[in-house]
């Protein structure tokens, strides 16, 4: 398993596992944690969630699927906006630790800007820090000029990774906010690196694929994962499908792959607005 580091000096690994859309159907409720438990067996041991998703309901499958292994996993998890003033990223966390069956968070991530000051939601990162409940704070769906913001609050030195939608679909990020954060030495994790599999059918991709001998989802993941400082946690929804996942590290897109995909995904020209989903 190929890692990034970040700022703290601590890595993880390039490939690891989302979890937006568990916890919403209890008939799903044994494949996901069973694609899970694949995942960290192929050393899948990133795993992202919070609290917004299945309103806390993919906490709590991520809970029952390291019970006994909480060691094994780097956890990723998200304070919504609504809830990031001082006392309420605090009493966010507190929630989302006992939905998680932990003693602590790795990161905690500002889910989005919200109407909050981000003096406040950093305030409470750093006591969090203090009191052993997180060990690292980061955000995400920030654009450059949120992150130069950012820089200007007290504590930001803290900041470990920005979390943004990227994928071939969804380039925009490369044109300002990539550059900013190597220019920078913030680590990148990408959400959504198949568009929830709306790029699957590309015929480009596909050929791109069989040229290599994995699915489409795997050759969209390599291509997400080609540049350094970047990791990426696609949702698996099954065990077979985290395998199928895993097969993106042994791709090695070629000079002509690459640039069938520019042809069919074309890089940004100039700036764009940074998307969500």
């Keep these: ?51 917004m998703y299945g309103d806390g309901g993919a906490e709590e499958v991520v809970g029952e699927a390291l019970a006994g292994r909480r060691d094994e996993a780097f956890v990723v998890s998200k304070v919504l906006p609504s809830h990031a003033s001082r006392s309420g990223t605090i009493a966010a966390c507190e929630r989302s630790l006992k939905r998680l069956g932990t003693d602590r968070i790795d990161l905690y991530l500002l889910h989005w800007q919200g109407r909050y000051p981000l003096q406040d939601t950093v305030a409470a990162f750093q006591q969090l820090v203090e009191d052993g409940k997180i060990r690292y704070w980061g955000v995400s769906n920030f654009d450059h000029r949120a992150l130069a913001d950012l820089q200007d609050v007290p504590g930001s030195s803290g ?85 199928d996942n895993a097969t993106a590290l042994d791709v090695e897109l070629t000079r002509e792959d690459l640039d069938a995909l520019d042809r069919a995904f074309p890089p940004p020209s100039g700036p764009r607005p940074l998307e969500m989903l």
């Design 1 to 51: 398993m190929r890692r990034i580091t970040l700022p703290s000096g601590e890595s993880i690994p390039v490939l690891g596992q989302g979890t937006w859309g568990w916890g919403e159907d209890p008939g799903r409720r044994g494949d996901e944690v069973a694609a899970l438990h694949a995942g960290l067996e192929l050393g899948m041991t990133l795993v992202d969630t919070a609290e």
């Design 159 to 243: 900041l470990a990774t920005d979390q943004v939608l990227y994928n071939l679909s969804r380039r925009g990020p490369e044109y300002d906010l990539l550059p900013w954060c190597a220019d920078h030495q913030l680590p990148v994790m990408a959400y959504s690196p198949i568009e929830q599999g709306r790029i699957l059918h590309d015929t480009t991709l596909n050929d791109v694929a069989a040229r290599h001998s994995v699915s489409a989802a795997a050759a969209a993941i390599a291509w997400v994962l080609r540049r350094d400082s970047l990791c990426t946690i696609p949702k698996a929804s099954s065990p077979q499908h985290v395998r």
